[in-house]
Structures are given as structure tokens and as C-alpha cells.
């Protein structure tokens, strides 16, 4: 009996221990994730060359539903995984699965729409312009979201909240046939083909980016141009297909394979679904931090932040001061006073200006 309780004790305490992490670690993502992709959505929207440039809108769509994926997604995610039930009620136990499902297919299908739309862009850089125009890009992000809703549809019924032994809890709700359908379907749609749609474009993209270029002719900064480029490409794949594999795999795993149900496999599962998260977290480094022009402009964001921040303070000590001097009852001195702040205010107001300039994508 002594040695059961102290076993029990043990793993109670491991159990919290690894509560901790996971909440950790899950608040870390949903910080870096809300960030960056925060970050990519006010550079983009504040640069207003949305009608110019058709990898913005793809980047700005993918900021979209790798943000809503951080949102909706960790915080319920880290909730299951350190409480012991369901505490958000039948509805949000659809809706929230809901949406994770469809914002993880509009995330996928916006990175293959952005390879596609980077291979035609270096493979045909002249006639590729009259079929890259604002209106087809809309269209294919259309096409994206109208995809994702067609495939996560099903999903606002795959799950319902039960009552398993006086514990609420919420799972799959479907018949054991029809779920590992739905899963089958959901790893070739969600996972191998965009992966395969990716690895073919990457290639024929490296592949011409390797061969057109005369290395007898070439010189050392387009070198160092194809380079960046094709590092930047392999990037994409490969941190793509590192993310997501596990969390296909475990499910394949589950309905194909040997998976029984312990504390080891549950572990595998929570960092199945920590990686995949990883990756909403990851994109906005690859497609924006990697270009100075983005850099640029988390800058001016950083920059013009700061200045408010400076110019609110100014105000508010400068309100401190006119009150004070009212107070003493010196009109002179108040009048003095209030045109000091207001030639203050006119110089702290120059900062201002940076935030409502505009830099060149």
C-alpha cells in the first residue's frame, strides 16, 4: 500500500511537472506565433502595396490563418492537456476543431498557392506578369478558403461533447470506419499532396535557378543572390514537412499501427501537436524576416510604437504641469506654461510622421 501511494505521489508530481512545461511552452508559441504574424499583417496592411504585389497578398492570407491557427488552436490545446475535462461547453467543442481543421488547410494551401506563385514568378518573370495580376490573386486565395471549408466541413460533427463516467470530456463522435477515413483523407489532402506539389515546384525552381546561369559569366553578387534564394526555398520545404510529419504520422500510426495507449504515446502526441504548431510560429521568419524590406518595416513599426509611447508621456506630465501652475493661481504662468506645451507638443509630433510613411516591398 506504502509503496502505491508513493508511486502515485511520484506520478502525480511528474504529471504536474510536465503541465508546467506544456503550458509553457504552449504560452511560448502563442506569444511568438500572435507576434509575428501580427507583425507580417501591420507591415503589409501599413505599406498599402496590396494591389501591386501578389506574394504580399498570399503572405498577408497566410498571416491570417497561421494567426487565426495560433489563436483559436493553443490556448484550447493547452487547456485539454492540463485539465482533466471539457470546460468550454458542446458549441465550442465543434467550432473549435472547426476551425483549427480549417485554418490548417488554408495555411497549407496558401504555402502551396506561394510556391506556385514564386515558381511561375522566377521561370516566367515576363509572361507570368499577365497571369499574376491582384485579381487572380484574390481568386486563388477564394479558391484557398473555399478549399479549407469544404475539407473541414465535416469536422463540425466529427466531435461532440460527452460525459464519460462523470467526466466531461470532448473526442471524435463518428463510428470507428468512418474516422479513420476522415483521418486517411485528411493526411492525403492536408499533407501528401500539398508536400508533393511543394517538393515539385522547389525542384523545377532550384533546378532553373542552378542551370540558367552562366557560371563563366556569372557574377559574384548574382552568385550570392541564387544562393540566398534557393537557401530560402529548401528552407520552406523542408521546415514544412519536419512540422507536420509527426502529427500524420502518430494518426497514421494510430489506425495503421502499432499505438497503444500509455503515458509515452501521449507524450508523442502532445509534441506531435507542439511541432505542427511550431510551424505557424516559423513561417513568418522564413517568408518575411528573411527579407530586408520586411526588416525595414518591423523597424518603423518598433520605431513608431516607441514614439507614441514618448509623445503620450510628454502630454500627460505636460497636463500635470498646467494643472499644477492653475493651481497656484499665476495666470502668467499658466499662460506660459500652455504655450510651452503647445510648442512641445508641435515638436513631439514630428516623430509621428514616421508612422505614416510608407517603404518601398
Excluded at 501599413?46 to 497578398?57: D, F, I, S, V
Aim: proline fraction near 3%; include cysteine.
Amino acid at each position: 500500500t506504502e509503496d502505491g501511494r508513493d508511486l502515485n505521489n511520484q506520478t502525480g508530481a511528474n504529471w504536474r511537472t510536465e503541465s508546467v512545461i506544456i503550458s509553457l511552452v504552449f504560452s511560448l508559441i502563442f506569444f511568438v506565433g500572435t507576434l509575428g504574424n501580427g507583425l507580417v499583417l501591420t507591415v503589409l496592411l501599413w505599406n498599402g502595396q496590396m494591389n501591386t504585389k501578389t506574394t504580399n497578398l498570399f503572405i498577408l492570407n497566410l498571416g491570417v490563418a497561421d494567426l487565426c491557427f495560433i489563436v483559436f488552436c493553443v490556448p484550447f490545446q493547452a487547456t485539454i492537456y492540463t485539465m482533466d475535462e471539457w470546460v468550454f461547453g458542446p458549441f465550442l467543442c465543434k467550432v473549435v476543431h472547426f476551425i483549427i481543421y480549417l485554418t490548417m488547410y488554408a495555411s497549407i494551401f496558401t504555402l502551396t498557392a506561394v510556391s506556385l506563385d514564386r515558381y511561375l514568378a522566377i521561370r516566367y518573370p515576363l509572361r507570368s506578369r499577365e497571369m499574376r495580376t491582384h485579381r487572380n490573386a484574390l481568386t486563388s486565395i477564394c479558391v484557398v478558403w473555399g478549399l479549407s471549408l469544404v475539407f473541414s466541413g465535416p469536422y463540425l460533427s466529427y466531435y461532440r461533447q460527452m460525459d464519460l463516467d462523470g467526466t466531461v470530456v470532448c473526442i471524435p463522435a463518428w463510428q470507428f470506419q468512418d474516422r479513420r477515413l476522415m483521418d486517411v483523407c485528411t493526411f492525403f489532402f492536408g499533407y501528401l499532396i500539398p508536400v508533393l506539389t511543394l517538393s515539385l515546384t522547389y525542384a523545377r525552381t532550384i533546378r532553373y535557378l542552378w542551370t540558367t546561369v552562366d557560371p563563366i559569366k556569372d557574377t559574384s553578387e548574382s552568385r550570392r543572390a541564387k544562393k540566398k534564394v534557393t537557401k530560402m526555398i529548401i528552407i520552406v520545404a523542408v521546415l514544412f514537412c519536419i512540422c507536420w510529419l509527426p502529427h500524420h504520422l502518430v494518426i497514421l500510426c494510430m489506425w495503421f499501427g502499432h499505438f497503444p495507449l500509455n503515458h509515452t504515446t501521449y507524450i508523442l502526441r502532445i509534441l506531435s501537436h507542439l511541432v505542427a504548431y511550431a510551424n505557424s510560429c516559423l513561417n513568418p521568419i522564413v517568408y518575411a524576416l528573411v527579407s530586408k524590406h520586411f526588416r525595414k518595416g518591423f523597424r518603423k513599426v518598433f520605431d513608431c510604437v516607441l514614439s507614441k509611447r514618448v509623445v503620450n508621456r510628454v502630454h500627460v506630465f505636460q497636463a500635470a504641469h498646467a494643472v499644477s501652475t492653475v493651481e497656484v493661481g499665476s495666470s502668467e504662468t499658466s499662460n506660459q506654461s500652455l504655450g510651452s506645451q503647445r510648442g512641445d507638443s508641435d515638436d513631439a509630433t514630428e516623430p509621428q510622421n514616421v508612422c505614416n510613411t510608407k517603404f518601398k516591398m
